[in-house]
């Protein structure tokens, strides 16, 4: 019994998560020691501390650690969906177009594919170029364990179909310069103004 | 004689071809391809899913295993795991940073281990975690049949489970009775990890057409239920939709799995 009940205890406190479409979070603990030099210290919430390497759409590895330092706009999508992902970029374009110009011009807008098999680097390209994506965009296609881990350090949820589509969180996650979570924007939700705000803090 | 002879290395020879080509690791068993029904699945999903034949560790992962591995990892140790890979809480019931103490038997099943944690010791040891897939179709085999749900001993020991709290110290892992694969403990000890918990949907079952998890989910219209029946089968998917892979919880551990 105890442990029915702490199921339904530990599905109530997910929900509850779940459910706040654009909570804050605080951000938390950078630990960063003075005098140290910044390029091998990463706060203990930072993101970054998946160490996987990615590929853009031009090829090249990735790390997402050389993210550090600029405000980051992420969403995992994949380039067949039929949906949400649209929207998802879409609203990743909105934040863009609505930050002042410093903060747009320091900040990185990443997507990360769910689908290692069909976006490779070079249908990323296409759809870079189809979605008319700028410099300040960055593709990713990872491999599918990396994909994962990716995944359950942002907290999204997401399950491949017989078809090969992609069941998945709507979740755009605004980083700050050291890698952690700044702000979580869930849900296909049309107001944008505490994703940027969260941006432009982050940015300074 | 000659000819019960002949017969004999004639058996030998073509028991021993498999099995040498597929001989399981040490404390592992070998789980054969087979289906799998998921409980939940897109509307145009096949009602089965093949798994190719892996392996999986016959116990879970014990403390005194686990020991072994923050012995040699000094970043998965209690005072120095990043918060990002697991909530604090992480190896609660240890004494200390390499010491179990008497709330973790050496030989019982590490818990309060994270996902994260529990994928990098299955890594460190050259292993994986097990898929759902792989998890479920390693659990629907009974004491006496590849089929459990035809196994009536099999079923009312998990349900017997379910209906029991956690005892404040667990007994021993691996010492329950195998099942037809040799498996030990799947269903009655503690729930264990799965490499993609992540792939429950948050109220999969929206057959009500909630708004909310359609404008959080893509594609969360799409399942419905198997067998409405299969009361540990919904337990299961429940426990995995509301984890996170930094949570820590008393009766979650995992076992380690291995693509042949």
Request: net charge neutral; charged share 20%; glycine share 8%.
């Amino acid at each position: 019994m105890k442990k029915t009940l702490a199921t339904f205890l530990l599905g109530t406190v997910l929900a509850g998560t779940a459910g706040r479409a654009g909570e804050a979070v605080k951000p938390c603990c950078a630990d960063d020691v003075k005098g140290v030099t910044q390029a091998a210290q990463l706060s203990s919430r930072s993101i970054y501390q998946a160490d996987s390497t990615w590929t853009d759409d031009a090829g090249r590895p990735v790390k997402l650690a050389s993210l550090k330092g600029r405000p980051v706009v992420l969403a995992m999508f994949f380039t067949n969906c039929e949906f949400a992902c649209p929207i998802i970029v879409g609203n990743m374009m909105r934040i863009q177009e609505a930050l002042p110009p410093e903060s747009r011009a320091n900040a990185r807008f990443v997507l990360v594919s769910f689908d290692s098999e069909r976006d490779t680097p070079a249908a990323l390209r296409i759809y870079r170029e189809r979605m008319r994506l700028g410099t300040a965009w960055v593709l990713l296609h990872g491999q599918p364990d990396d994909v994962r881990e990716l995944a359950m350090v942002l907290g999204v949820k997401y399950a491949r179909d017989s078809r090969g589509q992609f069941a998945h969180s709507n979740l755009i996650t605004v980083l700050n310069s050291a890698g952690e979570i700044a702000y979580r924007l869930a849900g296909l939700e049309s107001d944008i103004s505490a994703a940027e705000q969260a941006v432009i803090a982050a940015a300074r | 004689m000659t000819r019960h002879l002949t017969a004999a290395l004639v058996l030998g020879a073509c028991l021993a071809g498999p099995a040498a080509a597929g001989q399981p690791p040490a404390g592992m068993a070998l789980v054969p391809e087979g289906d799998y029904a998921p409980l939940f699945r897109a509307k145009d999903d096949p009602a089965t899913v093949r798994v190719p034949a892996f392996y999986i560790d016959v116990r879970q992962v014990t403390n005194a295993d686990f020991l072994g591995f923050v012995r040699a990892n000094p970043n998965w140790r209690r005072s120095q795991v990043s918060p990002l890979f697991a909530e604090s809480g992480y190896l609660g019931d240890w004494s200390g940073d390499l010491e179990l103490g008497p709330r973790a038997p050496s030989d019982s099943p590490v818990v309060l281990v994270s996902w994260f944690a529990a994928r990098a010791y299955a890594r460190w040891r050259g292993l994986r975690l097990p898929s759902t897939a792989e998890w479920e179709r390693a659990a629907s085999a009974g004491f006496t049949s590849a089929n459990g749900a035809a196994d009536p001993a099999y079923r009312e020991a998990i349900l017997a489970w379910l209906s029991v709290p956690t005892p404040p110290v667990l007994p021993a892992a691996g010492s329950g009775r195998p099942d037809v694969y040799g498996v030990r403990d799947l269903t009655d000890l503690v729930w264990e990890w799965v490499d993609d918990f992540n792939a429950m949907m948050p109220g999969g079952d929206s057959a009500d057409n909630s708004g909310l998890d359609r404008d959080l989910v893509c594609g969360a219209g799409g399942a419905n239920a198997r067998d409405f029946t299969d009361y540990p089968a919904f337990m299961r998917v429940a426990f995995r939709s509301s984890l996170g892979a930094a949570y820590v919880v008393p009766n979650l551990g995992f076992r380690c799995a291995k693509s042949l």
